[in-house]
Nanobody, 123 residues
Framework: VQLQASGGGLVQAGDSLTLTCAVS????????MGWFRQAPGKKREFVAG????????RYGNSVEGRFTVSIDNAKNTVYLQMNSLKPEDTAVYYC?????????????????WGQGTQVTVSS
């Protein structure tokens, strides 16, 4: 399984940004896609997760209502639409796959990871 995250950049507070995760080699045994982020000096944080087959989604408390995760099955691509960005959203964002929907918020349950894309939000 290979994951390629892209779309990061430098934006101002209040702006929007969409991250893309291109997935190849994924099988039905890895039905969960997750987005995590890690800021300097902080632990990796759950951002959003989605169940590939039905689009059921979960969000971290800090992004609920501002971020939206979605899947394009035809393109094997997962998106993270980020609105109303805040300086505290600054981090490296990673996409990953998991077999375990019940543990969607736990990064230790993810098997494959993309390389990360930097998002910087200026105030």
């Amino acid at each position: 399984v290979q994951l390629q995250a892209s779309g990061g950049g430098l934006v101002q507070a209040g702006d929007s940004l969409t991250l893309t995760c291109a997935v190849s080699g994924r099988t039905s045994s890895s039905p969960v896609m997750g987005w995590f982020r890690q800021a300097p000096g902080k632990k990796r944080e759950f951002v959003a997760g989605i169940y590939w087959s039905d689009g059921d989604a979960r969000y971290g408390n800090s992004v609920e209502g501002r971020f939206t995760v979605s899947i394009d099955n035809a393109k094997n691509t997962v998106y993270l639409q980020m609105n109303s960005l805040k300086p505290e959203d600054t981090a490296v964002y990673y996409c990953a796959t998991s077999r375990n929907w019940r543990m969607v918020r736990f990064d230790s349950k993810y098997d494959y990871w993309g390389q990360g894309t930097q998002v910087t939000v200026s105030s």
